[in-house]
């Protein structure tokens, strides 16, 4: 009976504290819309931010629309009371780099991007719309224009084989055409070689080569060698 009164007055004693705290530490916010201009709720959210570089918005799950609506906002604010202009997805690391600088930046083509490139649980989701297919567009229109990035070491699609390939070829790091060969196979079947032990360990051999001697040709932080690594990181995944 003691160590159950004790458990009792531990829970509650715990639910005060953080009820405290949750009373001390919110503060409270007009409206979730994204078109909302004025910001004047969200200046002791600015306040939080500080002089930070970097600001990580989560979510409680990928399919929570409400909290993109809110994201949205706060992405809003930040980039224009705040200056952050780079919006970093938890997406296809490649592409949203290589594509998106490469990218035309209309309307129809921004639009037919994103849905391409970002996952389904942003691009389709009503939430997103507004942020995605209008506000990122209507930055470029500015001077002061919300670049996309992705940080993800999920590479889907054939441009990465294309781009990769090219490079290789063009500093000469292919032994032969036999080499050539298996490792776009490998690369453009990796998923496949996961149940091929030999396999996929080669196909790791040559990724890790490749990587050492593109960083002594180019700067270690270039572009390519930053996709072999999450080729490599996101096969040891599995």
């Known amino acids: 009976p003691v160590a159950l009164c004790c458990i009792i007055s531990s829970c509650t004693f715990a639910q005060e504290t953080i009820q405290h705290y949750v009373s001390t530490q919110t503060i409270k916010i007009k409206t979730a819309d994204p078109t909302d201009d004025s910001f004047e709720d969200l200046e002791q959210f600015g306040n939080a931010v500080g002089k930070a570089k970097i600001v990580l918005l989560g979510e409680q799950d990928?399919?929570?629309?409400?909290?993109?609506?809110?994201?949205?906002?706060?992405?809003?604010?930040?980039?224009?009371?705040?200056?952050?202009?780079?919006?970093?997805?938890?997406c296809d690391f490649f592409?949203?780099?290589?594509?998106?600088?490469?990218?035309?930046?209309?309307?129809?083509?921004?639009?037919?991007?994103?849905?391409?490139?970002?996952?389904?649980?942003?691009?389709?989701?009503?939430?997103?719309?507004?942020?995605?297919?209008?506000?990122?567009?209507?930055?470029?229109?500015?001077?002061?224009?919300?670049?996309?990035s992705g940080l993800d070491n999920q590479i889907y699609g054939t441009k990465v084989v294309t781009f990769l390939d090219s490079v290789l070829e063009a500093n000469k790091l292919y032994k032969d055409s036999v080499e050539q060969a298996k490792f776009i196979y490998s690369?453009?079947?990796?998923?496949?070689?996961?149940?091929?032990?030999?396999?996929?360990?080669l196909y790791l051999t040559h990724l890790v080569r490749y990587k050492t001697e593109?960083?002594?040709?180019?700067?270690?932080?270039?572009?390519?060698?930053?996709?072999?690594?999450?080729?490599?990181?996101?096969?040891?995944?599995?």
């Open 62 to 90: 990928h399919g929570d629309a409400s909290t993109f609506y809110l994201k949205s906002r706060l992405i809003k604010y930040l980039h224009e009371k705040m200056g952050f202009n780079v919006l970093i997805f938890e």
């Open 214 to 238: 593109l960083k002594n040709i180019l700067k270690p932080d270039d572009l390519v060698v930053k996709v072999i690594e999450c080729l490599i990181s996101f096969d040891f995944e599995f």
């Open 95 to 148: 592409n949203l780099n290589e594509g998106w600088g490469r990218l035309k930046k209309e309307k129809s083509g921004i639009d037919s991007f994103l849905r391409q490139y970002l996952f389904p649980v942003w691009a389709y989701c009503p939430g997103c719309r507004y942020l995605l297919y209008e506000y990122v567009y209507a930055t470029y229109k500015k001077n002061s224009p919300l670049e996309i």
């Open 187 to 201: 690369l453009t079947n990796w998923r496949y070689n996961l149940n091929d032990t030999a396999a996929n360990n």
